[in-house]
């Protein structure tokens, strides 16, 4: 039977007639996804990377038809979360959200039982925003000068939140006391929100932070906003300069996140997700929402993304070594 097969497929073969893809169709792949996928947020709920990422959470949900539930594992200043995914099946099912302290400044400054480059697939870049100099009502400070004038009145008496050690908020008010040549006392707290409750309670005098999470608070008269960290003015905020305008000429600070699954996820899945989280970035809704925080969307391939971090550990690890910055084991 076999014999008389082969000499058929001869047979049409010599026609000009093609049978392969009829004969023997290639099995399809596993459809993906089919059940919920886990996204996981290294930090508490309340700060700019969990309100980013329930965002995108669910505009993914509406574009695969599976649940994108995310998972807050915070504690060790995001080292936590990211050892989680750094360790999860490569299935496509667990993705991270995390910030540039996760992915650029931690390597530097803890022993981590993962490496950011090379246990983790880049998924995509997701954005960039800059942050906000801001101080509880009651500090003696209007403008940047008055708050350079106080801090040398009153050397490490003046005490900044950051949502914890080795991140863009703590790495900008270090970057700021040496480029004004003040002494602040750094505070680190396990996230946005703490900070937030003890910046309005008084118990903290100010803190470099992000614009998602400050803004309300700004509007509505709990805290002062002095100036922007970034290179341009925020949209909400246009008649406030940044700090460069303000009389630290050369200073600027943002913070930016990207999405990555565990090293070994499937190419197939990686390019899926890539493509479906592209459109997200770029759709009107998130483009507005964007411009609204100050911020600029990336997006990019994942081997963009790669490209970027390995730069971005280069100058952090450069900025680490020439500021001195040192921080307690565990943050």
Sequence with gaps: MET???????????????????????PAGPAYPTKPIRFVVPFPPGGTTEIQARKLAEMLRQRVGQPVIIDNRSGANGSIGMAIVSKAPADGYTIILANVGNWAVH??????????????????????????VVVHPGVAAKSVQDLVALARQKPGQLNYGSNGAGGFSHLAGELFAAMTKVKLTHVPYKGAAPVLTDLMGGHIQLSFNSVVPLLPHVKSG??????????????????????????????EAATWSAIAAPAGTPRGIVQRLNKELAAILQSPEMVESARAEGSVINGGTPEQFRDFLKA????????????????????
Excluded: N, W
């Design 312 to 331: 971005e550990l280069t100058k952090y690890g450069r900025l680490v070594k020439e500021a001195g910055i040192r921080v307690e084991a565990g943050g």
């Design 4 to 26: 008389s097969f082969r000499h058929a497929l001869t047979v049409l073969a010599a026609a000009g007639i093609s049978v392969t893809a009829h004969a023997q169709p290639a």
């Design 222 to 251: 709990k805290l002062r906003a002095l100036a922007a960290t970034g290179a341009t003015r925020i949209s909400l905020l246009p008649d406030l300069p940044t700090v460069a305008e303000a009389g630290v000429p050369g200073y």
């Design 107 to 132: 390597p530097h400054l803890y022993k981590l039982d993962y490496d950011v480059v090379k246990d983790f697939a880049p998924i995509i870049h997701v954005a960039t925003s800059p942050g906000l």
